[in-house]
Protein backbone atom coordinates (compact mmCIF):
# COMPACT_ATOMS: atom_id res chain seq x y z
CA UNK A 1 0.00 0.00 0.00
CA UNK A 2 1.35 3.26 -0.96
CA UNK A 3 0.13 6.63 0.37
CA UNK A 4 1.26 9.89 -1.16
CA UNK A 5 0.34 12.96 0.62
CA UNK A 6 0.28 16.40 -1.24
CA UNK A 7 0.49 19.85 0.20
CA UNK A 8 -0.26 22.38 -2.99
CA UNK A 9 -1.30 25.96 -3.34
CA UNK A 10 -4.72 25.69 -2.74
CA UNK A 11 -5.50 21.70 -1.51
CA UNK A 12 -4.62 18.72 0.58
CA UNK A 13 -4.25 15.85 -1.65
CA UNK A 14 -3.54 12.27 -1.03
CA UNK A 15 -3.33 9.52 -3.16
CA UNK A 16 -3.59 5.34 -1.83
CA UNK A 17 -2.60 2.93 -4.33
CA UNK A 18 -3.15 -1.05 -3.10
CA UNK A 19 -0.42 -2.19 -5.27
CA UNK A 20 -1.82 -5.98 -4.72
CA UNK A 21 -5.14 -5.18 -6.21
CA UNK A 22 -4.70 -1.93 -8.41
CA UNK A 23 -7.41 0.27 -6.54
CA UNK A 24 -6.56 3.89 -6.32
CA UNK A 25 -8.52 6.57 -3.85
CA UNK A 26 -7.71 9.99 -4.42
CA UNK A 27 -9.08 12.86 -1.95
CA UNK A 28 -8.52 16.24 -2.14
CA UNK A 29 -9.42 19.17 0.51
CA UNK A 30 -9.15 22.77 0.03
CA UNK A 31 -7.38 24.73 2.86
CA UNK A 32 -8.99 26.65 5.45
CA UNK A 33 -5.79 28.73 4.72
CA UNK A 34 -5.03 29.55 0.98
CA UNK A 35 -3.36 32.68 1.36
CA UNK A 36 0.19 33.46 0.27
CA UNK A 37 1.59 33.56 3.56
CA UNK A 38 -0.32 31.19 5.32
CA UNK A 39 -0.17 29.02 8.67
CA UNK A 40 2.23 26.19 8.00
CA UNK A 41 1.40 24.20 10.95
CA UNK A 42 -2.25 24.55 9.81
CA UNK A 43 -1.66 22.96 6.39
CA UNK A 44 0.30 20.06 8.06
CA UNK A 45 -2.27 19.34 10.22
CA UNK A 46 -4.97 19.54 7.41
CA UNK A 47 -2.89 17.27 5.35
CA UNK A 48 -2.32 14.47 7.64
CA UNK A 49 -5.88 14.77 9.22
CA UNK A 50 -6.93 14.12 5.44
CA UNK A 51 -4.21 10.92 5.16
CA UNK A 52 -5.07 9.59 8.08
CA UNK A 53 -8.77 9.82 7.32
CA UNK A 54 -7.87 8.04 3.87
CA UNK A 55 -5.65 5.65 4.81
CA UNK A 56 -7.79 4.31 8.22
CA UNK A 57 -8.01 0.61 8.16
CA UNK A 58 -5.48 -0.09 6.08
CA UNK A 59 -1.44 -0.32 6.88
CA UNK A 60 0.88 1.63 4.62
CA UNK A 61 4.08 0.34 3.36
CA UNK A 62 6.04 3.74 2.00
CA UNK A 63 4.74 7.07 2.29
CA UNK A 64 5.55 9.90 -0.03
CA UNK A 65 5.69 13.64 0.14
CA UNK A 66 5.08 16.27 -2.78
CA UNK A 67 4.90 20.07 -2.15
CA UNK A 68 5.32 23.33 -3.99
CA UNK A 69 8.55 25.09 -5.15
CA UNK A 70 9.60 28.46 -3.66
CA UNK A 71 7.97 27.82 0.09
CA UNK A 72 9.73 29.34 3.03
CA UNK A 73 9.17 29.28 6.42
CA UNK A 74 11.73 30.43 9.13
CA UNK A 75 11.39 27.61 12.58
CA UNK A 76 13.29 27.66 15.90
CA UNK A 77 14.73 24.22 16.54
CA UNK A 78 11.95 22.96 17.98
CA UNK A 79 10.35 23.29 14.86
CA UNK A 80 7.72 26.29 16.34
CA UNK A 81 6.84 29.12 13.72
CA UNK A 82 9.08 32.27 13.71
CA UNK A 83 7.29 32.97 10.31
CA UNK A 84 3.76 31.64 7.99
CA UNK A 85 5.26 29.88 4.82
CA UNK A 86 5.74 31.99 2.21
CA UNK A 87 4.29 30.61 -0.93
CA UNK A 88 5.33 31.12 -4.26
CA UNK A 89 2.60 33.72 -4.83
CA UNK A 90 4.06 35.74 -2.28
CA UNK A 91 5.62 39.22 -3.35
CA UNK A 92 6.70 40.91 -0.78
CA UNK A 93 9.91 40.78 -1.25
CA UNK A 94 9.80 42.53 -4.31
CA UNK A 95 11.70 45.34 -3.34
CA UNK A 96 14.60 43.38 -1.96
CA UNK A 97 14.67 41.53 -5.19
CA UNK A 98 14.39 44.81 -7.36
CA UNK A 99 17.43 46.74 -5.44
CA UNK A 100 19.43 43.16 -6.43
CA UNK A 101 17.98 43.33 -9.86
CA UNK A 102 19.43 47.21 -10.70
CA UNK A 103 22.93 45.09 -10.27
CA UNK A 104 23.14 43.83 -13.98
CA UNK A 105 26.78 42.11 -12.87
CA UNK A 106 24.75 40.24 -10.19
CA UNK A 107 22.04 39.02 -11.84
CA UNK A 108 24.25 37.10 -14.39
CA UNK A 109 25.83 36.38 -11.41
CA UNK A 110 23.10 35.07 -9.30
CA UNK A 111 21.76 33.08 -12.36
CA UNK A 112 24.73 31.14 -13.53
CA UNK A 113 25.38 30.06 -10.22
CA UNK A 114 21.79 29.05 -9.19
CA UNK A 115 19.77 28.40 -12.46
CA UNK A 116 17.27 31.00 -10.74
CA UNK A 117 16.15 34.63 -11.41
CA UNK A 118 16.52 37.58 -9.04
CA UNK A 119 12.69 37.22 -8.02
CA UNK A 120 10.42 37.78 -5.00
CA UNK A 121 9.15 34.32 -5.08
CA UNK A 122 12.80 32.68 -4.18
CA UNK A 123 13.22 32.13 -0.82
CA UNK A 124 16.41 33.77 -0.97
CA UNK A 125 15.25 37.16 -1.65
CA UNK A 126 11.94 36.37 1.22
CA UNK A 127 15.04 35.70 3.62
CA UNK A 128 17.26 38.01 2.63
CA UNK A 129 14.68 41.05 3.07
CA UNK A 130 13.64 39.49 6.58
CA UNK A 131 17.25 39.71 7.37
CA UNK A 132 17.42 43.61 6.29
CA UNK A 133 14.13 44.50 8.48
CA UNK A 134 16.16 43.22 11.51
CA UNK A 135 15.53 39.76 11.98
CA UNK A 136 18.08 37.78 13.24
CA UNK A 137 18.60 34.44 11.10
CA UNK A 138 21.13 32.53 13.80
CA UNK A 139 19.65 29.90 15.43
CA UNK A 140 16.90 29.50 13.33
CA UNK A 141 15.77 26.89 10.52
CA UNK A 142 14.55 27.60 7.23
CA UNK A 143 12.07 25.14 5.54
CA UNK A 144 9.61 24.60 3.09
CA UNK A 145 6.00 23.23 3.61
CA UNK A 146 7.19 19.76 2.33
CA UNK A 147 10.43 20.17 4.69
CA UNK A 148 8.14 20.89 7.66
CA UNK A 149 5.90 18.28 7.04
CA UNK A 150 8.49 15.50 7.05
CA UNK A 151 10.22 16.92 9.74
CA UNK A 152 7.23 16.40 11.97
CA UNK A 153 6.66 12.84 10.74
CA UNK A 154 10.41 11.82 10.81
CA UNK A 155 12.22 14.14 13.10
CA UNK A 156 14.87 14.66 10.06
CA UNK A 157 15.80 18.33 8.86
CA UNK A 158 16.40 17.19 5.06
CA UNK A 159 15.14 18.41 1.65
CA UNK A 160 15.67 16.99 -1.74
CA UNK A 161 17.97 18.32 -4.29
CA UNK A 162 14.97 19.06 -6.37
CA UNK A 163 13.41 21.13 -4.24
CA UNK A 164 16.45 23.19 -2.91
CA UNK A 165 17.13 23.83 -6.70
CA UNK A 166 14.18 26.05 -6.37
CA UNK A 167 15.15 28.13 -3.69
CA UNK A 168 17.92 30.45 -5.04
CA UNK A 169 20.64 29.11 -2.82
CA UNK A 170 21.47 25.71 -4.65
CA UNK A 171 24.92 25.63 -6.49
CA UNK A 172 24.62 24.19 -9.93
CA UNK A 173 27.58 23.02 -10.23
CA UNK A 174 28.49 21.41 -7.14
CA UNK A 175 24.28 20.62 -5.76
CA UNK A 176 25.42 21.51 -2.68
CA UNK A 177 24.31 24.89 -0.45
CA UNK A 178 26.14 27.99 -2.36
CA UNK A 179 27.71 29.62 0.53
CA UNK A 180 29.08 32.24 -1.71
CA UNK A 181 25.35 33.24 -2.68
CA UNK A 182 24.24 32.99 1.27
CA UNK A 183 27.28 35.41 1.81
CA UNK A 184 26.14 38.13 -0.58
CA UNK A 185 22.47 37.96 0.07
CA UNK A 186 23.44 38.65 4.05
CA UNK A 187 21.48 34.78 4.95
CA UNK A 188 24.48 32.78 5.82
CA UNK A 189 23.65 32.34 9.51
CA UNK A 190 20.28 30.65 8.99
CA UNK A 191 20.16 26.88 9.53
CA UNK A 192 19.40 24.99 6.35
CA UNK A 193 18.32 21.20 5.37
CA UNK A 194 20.55 18.52 4.70
CA UNK A 195 19.93 17.83 1.04
CA UNK A 196 19.20 14.53 0.12
CA UNK A 197 18.40 12.45 -3.64
CA UNK A 198 14.63 12.00 -4.27
CA UNK A 199 15.18 8.38 -3.20
CA UNK A 200 16.46 9.19 0.58
CA UNK A 201 14.14 8.16 3.37
CA UNK A 202 13.17 8.31 6.90
CA UNK A 203 11.25 6.45 9.33
CA UNK A 204 8.20 6.80 10.56
CA UNK A 205 8.47 8.48 14.20
CA UNK A 206 6.17 8.52 17.06
CA UNK A 207 4.72 11.63 16.78
CA UNK A 208 4.08 11.31 13.02
CA UNK A 209 2.58 7.94 13.62
CA UNK A 210 0.17 9.03 15.73
CA UNK A 211 -0.73 11.81 13.12
CA UNK A 212 -1.23 9.52 10.50
CA UNK A 213 -2.14 6.88 12.15
CA UNK A 214 0.57 4.40 11.03
CA UNK A 215 3.13 2.09 12.51
CA UNK A 216 6.15 3.42 13.60
CA UNK A 217 9.04 2.69 11.27
CA UNK A 218 7.20 3.07 8.32
CA UNK A 219 9.51 4.93 5.33
CA UNK A 220 8.88 8.33 4.63
CA UNK A 221 10.25 9.58 0.82
CA UNK A 222 11.86 13.09 1.21
CA UNK A 223 9.48 15.42 -0.03
CA UNK A 224 9.70 16.51 -3.78
CA UNK A 225 8.62 19.79 -5.70
CA UNK A 226 5.52 19.25 -7.43
CA UNK A 227 6.69 20.78 -10.72
CA UNK A 228 9.44 18.09 -10.93
CA UNK A 229 7.17 15.39 -10.22
CA UNK A 230 4.79 16.06 -13.01
CA UNK A 231 7.58 14.87 -15.16
CA UNK A 232 7.84 11.66 -13.46
CA UNK A 233 3.95 11.77 -13.39
CA UNK A 234 3.92 11.80 -16.93
CA UNK A 235 6.53 9.76 -17.94
CA UNK A 236 7.66 13.14 -19.46
CA UNK A 237 11.60 12.36 -18.31
CA UNK A 238 13.23 11.81 -21.85
CA UNK A 239 14.79 14.67 -23.56
CA UNK A 240 13.08 16.84 -25.18
CA UNK A 241 9.90 16.07 -22.95
CA UNK A 242 7.75 19.20 -22.69
CA UNK A 243 5.12 18.75 -19.38
CA UNK A 244 2.44 21.72 -19.92
CA UNK A 245 0.61 22.35 -16.66
CA UNK A 246 -2.45 24.77 -16.43
CA UNK A 247 -3.47 24.44 -12.88
CA UNK A 248 -3.49 27.59 -10.53
CA UNK A 249 -0.40 28.57 -12.10
CA UNK A 250 1.11 28.08 -15.74
CA UNK A 251 4.32 26.24 -16.47
CA UNK A 252 5.62 24.50 -19.13
CA UNK A 253 9.13 22.43 -18.36
CA UNK A 254 11.19 20.45 -20.70
CA UNK A 255 13.58 17.77 -20.09
CA UNK A 256 17.16 18.13 -20.96
CA UNK A 257 20.48 16.81 -20.87
CA UNK A 258 22.29 19.45 -18.82
CA UNK A 259 21.44 22.82 -17.12
CA UNK A 260 20.58 25.17 -20.00
CA UNK A 261 21.70 29.12 -19.15
CA UNK A 262 21.39 32.31 -21.25
CA UNK A 263 21.30 35.82 -19.41
CA UNK A 264 19.49 37.04 -21.79
CA UNK A 265 16.00 34.81 -21.45
CA UNK A 266 13.53 34.07 -18.51
CA UNK A 267 13.99 30.48 -18.36
CA UNK A 268 14.94 28.67 -15.31
CA UNK A 269 17.22 25.24 -14.42
CA UNK A 270 16.07 23.49 -11.90
CA UNK A 271 16.48 19.84 -11.24
CA UNK A 272 13.56 17.34 -11.15
CA UNK A 273 13.86 13.38 -9.42
CA UNK A 274 15.21 12.14 -13.23
CA UNK A 275 17.60 14.81 -14.36
CA UNK A 276 17.56 18.60 -15.58
CA UNK A 277 14.60 20.53 -16.58
CA UNK A 278 14.55 24.41 -18.76
CA UNK A 279 11.35 25.76 -17.63
CA UNK A 280 9.32 28.85 -17.05
CA UNK A 281 6.31 29.37 -15.11
CA UNK A 282 3.86 32.05 -14.43
CA UNK A 283 1.81 33.35 -11.54
CA UNK A 284 -1.55 34.38 -13.57
CA UNK A 285 -3.36 30.87 -14.51
CA UNK A 286 -6.36 29.31 -12.79
CA UNK A 287 -6.34 31.46 -10.15
CA UNK A 288 -7.12 34.97 -12.78
CA UNK A 289 -9.93 32.66 -14.30
CA UNK A 290 -11.54 31.56 -11.03
CA UNK A 291 -10.82 35.99 -10.07
CA UNK A 292 -12.84 36.82 -13.02
CA UNK A 293 -15.68 34.36 -12.68
CA UNK A 294 -16.19 35.35 -9.05
CA UNK A 295 -16.60 39.03 -10.41
CA UNK A 296 -18.36 39.14 -13.65
CA UNK A 297 -20.22 35.80 -13.23
CA UNK A 298 -20.73 35.49 -9.67
CA UNK A 299 -23.84 33.15 -9.75
CA UNK A 300 -22.80 30.64 -12.87
CA UNK A 301 -20.77 27.77 -12.89
CA UNK A 302 -17.77 26.93 -15.04
CA UNK A 303 -19.70 24.57 -17.52
CA UNK A 304 -22.88 27.78 -17.91
CA UNK A 305 -19.59 29.79 -18.53
CA UNK A 306 -18.31 27.33 -21.54
CA UNK A 307 -22.05 28.29 -23.42
CA UNK A 308 -21.02 31.79 -23.05
CA UNK A 309 -18.02 31.61 -25.52
CA UNK A 310 -17.69 32.68 -28.71
CA UNK A 311 -14.24 30.95 -30.50
CA UNK A 312 -14.82 33.12 -34.08
CA UNK A 313 -14.40 36.71 -31.13
CA UNK A 314 -11.39 38.56 -32.83
CA UNK A 315 -11.79 41.65 -31.26
CA UNK A 316 -11.85 41.01 -27.72
CA UNK A 317 -9.78 43.33 -25.36
CA UNK A 318 -6.28 42.28 -24.29
CA UNK A 319 -6.18 40.85 -20.71
CA UNK A 320 -2.54 41.41 -19.02
CA UNK A 321 -2.44 37.77 -16.13
CA UNK A 322 -0.56 39.26 -13.87
CA UNK A 323 -2.78 39.92 -11.25
CA UNK A 324 -0.07 38.36 -9.01
CA UNK A 325 3.02 39.52 -10.29
CA UNK A 326 5.30 38.19 -12.87
CA UNK A 327 7.63 35.70 -13.06
CA UNK A 328 8.65 34.05 -16.51
CA UNK A 329 8.91 35.64 -19.12
CA UNK A 330 10.12 39.00 -17.41
CA UNK A 331 10.29 38.01 -13.83
CA UNK A 332 9.72 41.48 -12.44
CA UNK A 333 7.84 40.74 -9.29
CA UNK A 334 6.24 44.45 -9.54
CA UNK A 335 4.49 43.87 -12.70
CA UNK A 336 0.53 44.10 -12.29
CA UNK A 337 -2.65 42.60 -14.42
CA UNK A 338 -5.42 43.92 -15.78
CA UNK A 339 -7.98 45.20 -19.49
CA UNK A 340 -6.19 47.17 -22.38
CA UNK A 341 -8.27 48.34 -25.76
CA UNK A 342 -11.73 47.90 -23.60
CA UNK A 343 -14.18 49.55 -25.62
CA UNK A 344 -18.11 50.29 -24.73
CA UNK A 345 -19.15 47.38 -26.89
CA UNK A 346 -17.58 44.47 -24.74
CA UNK A 347 -19.45 42.44 -22.48
CA UNK A 348 -18.54 40.51 -19.15
CA UNK A 349 -18.69 37.45 -21.51
CA UNK A 350 -15.77 38.96 -23.69
CA UNK A 351 -13.63 40.41 -20.56
CA UNK A 352 -13.85 36.38 -19.37
CA UNK A 353 -12.83 35.14 -22.52
CA UNK A 354 -10.24 37.69 -22.55
CA UNK A 355 -8.80 36.11 -19.51
CA UNK A 356 -8.50 32.74 -20.70
CA UNK A 357 -6.72 34.47 -24.37
CA UNK A 358 -4.74 36.65 -22.08
CA UNK A 359 -3.54 33.63 -19.77
CA UNK A 360 -2.30 31.62 -23.25
CA UNK A 361 -0.61 34.43 -24.71
CA UNK A 362 1.55 34.96 -21.60
CA UNK A 363 2.72 30.97 -22.18
CA UNK A 364 3.48 31.21 -25.51
CA UNK A 365 5.47 34.29 -24.54
CA UNK A 366 7.42 31.35 -22.39
CA UNK A 367 7.52 28.75 -24.75
CA UNK A 368 9.47 31.50 -27.51
CA UNK A 369 11.79 31.92 -24.93
CA UNK A 370 12.44 28.24 -24.00
CA UNK A 371 12.28 26.87 -28.07
CA UNK A 372 14.82 29.40 -28.64
CA UNK A 373 16.62 27.73 -25.87
CA UNK A 374 16.47 24.49 -26.09
CA UNK A 375 14.72 23.98 -29.58
CA UNK A 376 11.59 22.53 -30.09
CA UNK A 377 9.97 20.14 -27.84
CA UNK A 378 9.70 16.31 -28.72
CA UNK A 379 6.05 16.32 -27.42
CA UNK A 380 3.82 18.43 -24.99
CA UNK A 381 1.76 16.87 -22.59
CA UNK A 382 -1.17 18.69 -21.62
CA UNK A 383 -2.92 19.03 -17.63
CA UNK A 384 -4.36 20.51 -15.08
CA UNK A 385 -7.78 22.76 -14.56
CA UNK A 386 -7.74 23.91 -18.69
CA UNK A 387 -8.85 19.91 -19.52
CA UNK A 388 -12.46 20.45 -17.94
CA UNK A 389 -12.87 23.37 -20.26
CA UNK A 390 -13.39 22.07 -24.27
CA UNK A 391 -12.86 25.36 -25.18
CA UNK A 392 -9.36 26.53 -22.98
CA UNK A 393 -8.09 23.17 -24.23
CA UNK A 394 -8.71 23.55 -28.00
CA UNK A 395 -7.43 27.11 -27.83
CA UNK A 396 -4.03 26.11 -25.96
CA UNK A 397 -3.59 23.81 -29.25
CA UNK A 398 -4.41 26.79 -31.84
CA UNK A 399 -2.29 29.59 -29.57
CA UNK A 400 0.51 27.07 -29.68
CA UNK A 401 0.22 26.24 -33.73
CA UNK A 402 1.46 22.32 -31.83
CA UNK A 403 -0.28 18.80 -30.81
CA UNK A 404 -0.94 18.70 -27.51
CA UNK A 405 -0.73 15.58 -25.65
CA UNK A 406 -3.53 15.46 -22.95
CA UNK A 407 -2.86 13.80 -19.90
CA UNK A 408 -5.83 11.91 -18.59
CA UNK A 409 -3.88 11.38 -15.04
CA UNK A 410 -5.44 12.98 -12.32
CA UNK A 411 -2.65 14.89 -10.02
CA UNK A 412 0.01 13.86 -11.63
CA UNK A 413 2.36 15.45 -9.43
CA UNK A 414 0.92 12.92 -6.65
CA UNK A 415 1.09 10.34 -9.39
CA UNK A 416 4.89 10.76 -9.59
CA UNK A 417 5.32 10.69 -5.84
CA UNK A 418 3.63 7.24 -5.85
CA UNK A 419 5.76 5.84 -8.62
CA UNK A 420 8.85 7.24 -6.65
CA UNK A 421 7.24 5.02 -3.64
CA UNK A 422 6.79 2.15 -5.50
CA UNK A 423 10.74 2.09 -6.66
CA UNK A 424 11.57 2.20 -3.15
CA UNK A 425 9.40 -0.43 -2.33
CA UNK A 426 11.14 -2.35 -5.39
CA UNK A 427 7.90 -2.51 -7.49
CA UNK A 428 7.61 -1.62 -11.10
CA UNK A 429 6.86 2.16 -11.09
CA UNK A 430 5.06 2.26 -14.10
CA UNK A 431 1.71 0.27 -12.06
CA UNK A 432 -0.63 -0.37 -14.53
CA UNK A 433 -3.26 1.49 -12.29
CA UNK A 434 -0.77 4.62 -13.05
CA UNK A 435 -1.13 4.08 -16.95
CA UNK A 436 -2.87 6.73 -18.76
CA UNK A 437 -5.00 5.59 -21.78
CA UNK A 438 -4.08 5.59 -25.16
CA UNK A 439 -2.83 9.59 -25.43
CA UNK A 440 -5.15 11.94 -26.51
CA UNK A 441 -4.52 14.61 -28.88
CA UNK A 442 -5.78 17.86 -29.18
CA UNK A 443 -4.90 19.00 -32.94
CA UNK A 444 -4.24 22.52 -33.58
CA UNK A 445 -6.50 24.65 -36.22
CA UNK A 446 -3.75 26.32 -38.13
CA UNK A 447 -5.78 28.82 -39.98
CA UNK A 448 -7.13 29.71 -35.99
CA UNK A 449 -3.28 29.64 -35.25
CA UNK A 450 -2.97 32.15 -38.32
CA UNK A 451 -5.85 34.65 -36.53
CA UNK A 452 -4.96 34.01 -32.83
CA UNK A 453 -0.82 35.03 -33.75
CA UNK A 454 -2.35 38.97 -34.88
CA UNK A 455 -4.31 38.80 -31.37
CA UNK A 456 -0.93 37.19 -30.07
CA UNK A 457 0.72 40.72 -31.33
CA UNK A 458 -1.49 42.52 -29.77
CA UNK A 459 -1.07 41.33 -26.10
CA UNK A 460 2.97 41.47 -27.12
CA UNK A 461 2.55 45.61 -27.87
CA UNK A 462 0.15 45.75 -24.60
CA UNK A 463 3.05 43.82 -22.54
CA UNK A 464 6.08 46.06 -23.75
CA UNK A 465 3.58 49.28 -22.75
CA UNK A 466 3.02 48.25 -19.37
CA UNK A 467 6.42 47.38 -18.58
CA UNK A 468 7.04 48.88 -14.55
CA UNK A 469 9.00 51.73 -14.60
CA UNK A 470 12.87 51.18 -13.22
CA UNK A 471 12.65 53.80 -10.65
CA UNK A 472 13.64 51.80 -7.40
CA UNK A 473 11.57 54.67 -5.24
CA UNK A 474 8.53 53.52 -6.75
CA UNK A 475 8.72 49.93 -5.28
CA UNK A 476 7.11 49.91 -1.99
CA UNK A 477 8.56 47.81 0.91
CA UNK A 478 7.88 44.51 1.73
CA UNK A 479 7.67 41.55 4.19
Known amino acids: ?60 DVIALSSTWHGMTLRHQDLSAVTPVYEWPYTGAH ?30 FKLAKLVRDGLDPRGLLMLDQGGLIFARLTGRIWTSLSTASGTGMLSIDTGEWDADVLQHLGIAAVGLPELRPHSAWAPLQPEGAALLGQPVGTPVLVP ?6 NQIGDRASSIGDMTFSMGTSGALRMTTDRPVIRPDTGVWTYRSPAGWLSGAATSGCGNCVDWARRRLFPDLDYARLESLLDPARTDLPVFLPFLFGERSPGWDDRRRGGFIDVEPQHSA ?20 ELVALNGAPRRVVLSGGVLSSPYWSQLAADVFGMPLEVSDLQHTSLVGATRLALEHAGA ?52
Request: proline content about 6%; aromatic content about 6%; some cysteine.
Open 1 to 60: MILALEASTTSAKCLILDTRTGAVDVRSRRFSDEGPARDADGVTAELLALGREAAAGRRV
Open 224 to 229: GPDGGL
Open 95 to 124: GEAARHRADPEFTSWFRRRTGCLVNASYPA
Open 428 to 479: DPDHPALRASEPRVILPDLSRTALLDVQRERYLRAYDRTRPADDLALVPGGI
Open 349 to 368: ADLYQSVLHGILYSLHHCLT
